[in-house]
């Protein structure tokens, strides 16, 4: 029997002739020949049972790159793959249905804090730090949990860097368990800087050669329904959503004391929920550098602006 034309070969496999011409483009599908003069494509019979699967696995979902490798492994392989692709789908669909049972009950005013929720969203976390190419000892230091994301860098120059950044880190890592579920992620993560601040002032305190000592510290506490964030210096906070990375925090650049003056708070609800952040309010709160030299001056209260 002769080969059968885009046309024929669509309705025989179930696929459109636009869905054939992107498969043959991807090299998922391509045509046993095509005419030179008009560019007509043309398949064989046996290309069928492949075209059929190709079908299949788009009605499940199946993203086109994740299909070329099922269709190219053998049954056995094929077969566990599509296991373990449908197994990921229930698993994200359940989470979809409780997310968006959330969302209904909090944008009626039913649920205000995760704590009243019927279950918990989760965050993906790592942490690292590098030394970079011009300094001689790495004063950063970093920490990532299930609800507490914090890196401090350590003023360089200063004695004790290192001290300083790891014992701001410190306090906020603390918070991983205990501020999990407040009410109150921008309260408590003051509570926790002012915490860390009198840490960092005791350290000065206790041996004369780390007087000036200092720390930039950038936080964020996950509490389910909310997420607040600290910002101290030029340790900066990004946010990546939709392959693109946004800067949340704005650097302060001086290295001398400053007086601590009153911090920029805001909260915002978000109008877009997304995979990357779907957290309906956002809290926010900066502060001038860490420095244990500010001794006089307490650290201010944060005030909550309207929502915008």
Same mark, same amino acid.
């Given at each position: 029997?002769?080969?059968? +034309?885009?046309?024929?070969?669509?309705?025989?496999?179930?696929?459109? %002739?636009?869905?054939?011409?992107?498969?043959?483009?991807?090299?998922?599908?391509?045509?046993?020949? /095509?005419?030179?003069?008009?560019?007509?494509?043309?398949?064989?019979?046996?290309?069928?049972? $492949?075209?059929?699967?190709?079908? *299949?696995?788009?009605?499940?979902? =199946?993203?086109?790159?994740?299909?070329?490798?099922?269709?190219?492994?053998?049954?056995?392989?094929?077969?566990?793959?599509?296991?373990?692709? *449908?197994?990921?789908?229930?698993?994200?669909?359940?989470? $979809?249905?409780?997310?968006?049972?959330?969302?209904?009950?909090?944008?009626?005013?039913?649920?205000?804090? =995760?704590?009243?929720?019927?279950?918990?969203?989760?965050?993906?976390?790592?942490?690292?730090?590098?030394?970079?190419?011009?300094?001689?000892?790495?004063?950063?230091?970093?920490?990532?949990?299930?609800? /507490?994301?914090?890196?401090?860098? @350590?003023?360089?120059?200063?004695?004790?860097?290192?001290?300083?950044?790891?014992?701001?880190?410190?306090?906020?890592?603390?918070? !991983?368990?205990?501020?999990?579920?407040?009410?109150?992620?921008?309260?408590?993560?003051?509570?926790?800087?002012?915490?860390?601040?009198? !840490?960092?002032?005791?350290? #000065?305190?206790?041996?004369?050669?780390?007087?000036?000592?200092?720390?930039?510290?950038?936080? +964020?506490?996950?509490? @389910?329904?909310?997420?607040?964030? /600290?910002?101290?210096? !030029?340790?900066? #906070?990004?946010?990546?959503?939709?392959?693109?990375?946004?800067?949340?925090?704005?650097?302060?650049? $001086?290295?001398?004391?400053? %007086?601590?003056?009153?911090?920029?708070?805001?909260?915002?609800?978000?109008?877009?929920?997304?995979?990357?952040?779907? #957290?309906?309010?956002?809290?926010?709160?900066? *502060?001038?550098?860490?420095?244990?030299?500010?001794?006089?001056?307490?650290?201010?209260?944060?005030? $909550?602006?309207?929502?915008?």
């Amino acid at each position: 029997m002769g080969l059968l +034309t885009i046309g024929a070969f669509a309705k025989a496999s179930r696929l459109s %002739p636009k869905a054939l011409r992107l498969y043959d483009d991807l090299g998922l599908l391509q045509p046993v020949e /095509v005419d030179p003069a008009s560019g007509y494509r043309f398949y064989d019979r046996a290309q069928l049972d $492949r075209a059929r699967l190709v079908a *299949w696995l788009r009605r499940l979902g =199946m993203p086109l790159a994740r299909i070329r490798l099922v269709c190219d492994a053998e049954p056995a392989t094929a077969a566990a793959d599509i296991a373990a692709y *449908w197994a990921q789908v229930t698993t994200e669909a359940a989470a $979809r249905q409780e997310l968006a049972a959330f969302l209904v009950d909090y944008l009626h005013g039913k649920a205000t804090a =995760m704590s009243n929720a019927r279950f918990t969203l989760g965050i993906r976390f790592a942490a690292q730090t590098d030394i970079g190419r011009e300094r001689a000892r790495n004063e950063d230091c970093a920490y990532a949990g299930a609800h /507490v994301l914090a890196v401090a860098d @350590g003023l360089g120059g200063h004695a004790g860097g290192v001290k300083a950044s790891a014992a701001a880190v410190g306090v906020l890592a603390a918070l !991983d368990d205990s501020g999990a579920m407040s009410d109150d992620p921008l309260g408590a993560l003051k509570h926790a800087v002012e915490q860390a601040s009198a !840490d960092i002032r005791a350290l #000065a305190e206790s041996d004369p050669s780390l007087d000036g000592l200092g720390t930039t510290l950038t936080a +964020t506490l996950w509490s @389910g329904s909310q997420l607040a964030l /600290v910002h101290i210096g !030029d340790s900066r #906070a990004y946010l990546l959503r939709d392959g693109e990375l946004f800067q949340l925090t704005e650097d302060s650049e $001086r290295s001398t004391p400053v %007086p601590i003056r009153r911090p920029i708070c805001r909260c915002t609800r978000s109008s877009q929920a997304t995979d990357t952040c779907c #957290a309906p309010t956002v809290c926010t709160a900066s *502060w001038p550098r860490l420095r244990s030299n500010q001794r006089s001056a307490p650290l201010p209260t944060p005030r $909550r602006s309207s929502a915008s």
